[in-house]
């Protein structure tokens, strides 16, 4: 579970970094923007044929940091195995628009490579500093 003293951070206008595995083995790190699913889980979305998302098919195996804005050196970080699914992923960018872009709704829908994505991440394997 993510500590009730960090979910703070997810809740705010936060950048989460995920770490993915390329084909040739090495790591592939991405800004996104990031959302929790009640403390069990982080969720980010993205669209599908998006390298992350080839990347997390071929190997689910990813990591995931994230800095509160107000104060860098407070963070969480969570690994583990990720897991895809297009199931609720365009109302959860509309979400995340909300939450980034003060917009109802994601202004890009249909500009993307393919259908929206949610990568859920189970908080089994959490750091936090701060």
Same mark, same amino acid.
């Given at each position: 579970?993510?500590?009730?003293?960090? /979910?703070d951070?997810?809740e705010?206008?936060?950048f989460?970094h995920?770490?993915?595995?390329?084909?040739?083995?090495?790591?592939? @790190?991405?800004?996104?923007? /990031?959302?929790h699913?009640?403390?069990?889980?982080i969720?980010?979305? *993205?669209?599908?044929?998006?390298?992350?998302e080839?990347?997390?098919?071929?190997?689910?195996? /990813?990591?995931?940091?994230?800095?509160?804005?107000?104060?860098?050196?407070?963070?969480?970080?969570?690994?583990? !195995?990720? *897991?895809?699914? !297009?199931d609720g992923?365009?109302?959860?960018?509309?979400?995340?628009?909300?939450?980034?872009m003060?917009?109802?709704e994601?202004?890009?829908?249909?500009? !993307?490579?393919?259908?929206? @994505?949610?990568?859920?991440?189970?908080?089994?394997h /959490? @750091?936090?500093?701060?």
């Amino acid at each position: 579970m993510i500590p009730t003293s960090h /979910v703070d951070i997810l809740e705010k206008e936060s950048f989460a970094h995920i770490a993915t595995i390329l084909p040739d083995g090495t790591p592939q @790190v991405t800004p996104v923007w /990031v959302d929790h699913d009640d403390r069990e889980a982080i969720l980010l979305n *993205t669209a599908r044929g998006r390298r992350k998302e080839k990347n997390i098919k071929q190997n689910p195996n /990813v990591s995931v940091s994230i800095l509160d804005p107000d104060d860098p050196y407070r963070y969480i970080s969570v690994r583990g !195995e990720a *897991t895809l699914t !297009e199931d609720g992923a365009v109302d959860h960018i509309d979400k995340l628009a909300k939450k980034y872009m003060g917009v109802d709704e994601y202004p890009h829908h249909g500009d !993307e490579s393919g259908p929206r @994505v949610i990568i859920r991440i189970p908080a089994d394997h /959490v @750091v936090t500093s701060g």
